[in-house]
């Protein structure tokens, strides 16, 4: 089984930057080849895509609300995913999650139930 852990959330004024991260883990987790992306779920709202990136990291998705702010990457000798955050606003504040698909496409999914695995979410707050 594949285990995503997330770190790096906190609180943040807005205009300012975070990065978050995720580490895959398991008996299979360091292995297999996966594409990843980030989602977040602000309260009261539905889940929503925020970035996708390939397994080979040569290909990345943005929602077009995070466009240009927000960059996706992930370095696979770490077993690790990042999203680095910046100009960051108030309607940014979710829960933000981590997913891996074992299905590898040219563009990562946009798609949550194209995702296998989960990771538990970490909270990213941004005051006005």
């Known amino acids: 089984q594949v285990q995503l852990v997330e770190s790096g959330g906190g609180l943040v004024q807005a205009g300012g930057s975070l990065r978050v991260s995720c580490t895959t883990s398991?008996?299979?987790?360091?292995?297999?080849?996966?594409?990843m992306g980030w989602f977040r779920q602000a309260p009261g709202k539905e889940r929503e895509f925020v970035a996708g990136i390939s397994w080979s990291g040569g290909s990345t998705l943005y929602s077009d609300s995070v466009k240009g702010r927000f960059t996706i990457s992930r370095d696979n000798a770490k077993n690790t995913m990042y999203l680095q955050m910046n100009t960051l606003k108030p309607e940014d504040t979710a829960v933000y999650y981590c997913a891996a698909s074992r299905t590898l496409r040219a563009i990562p999914p946009g798609n949550s139930r194209q995702y296998d695995y989960w990771g538990q979410g970490i909270q990213v707050t941004v005051s006005s």
């Open positions: 398991g008996r299979t987790g360091r292995n297999i080849p996966l594409d």
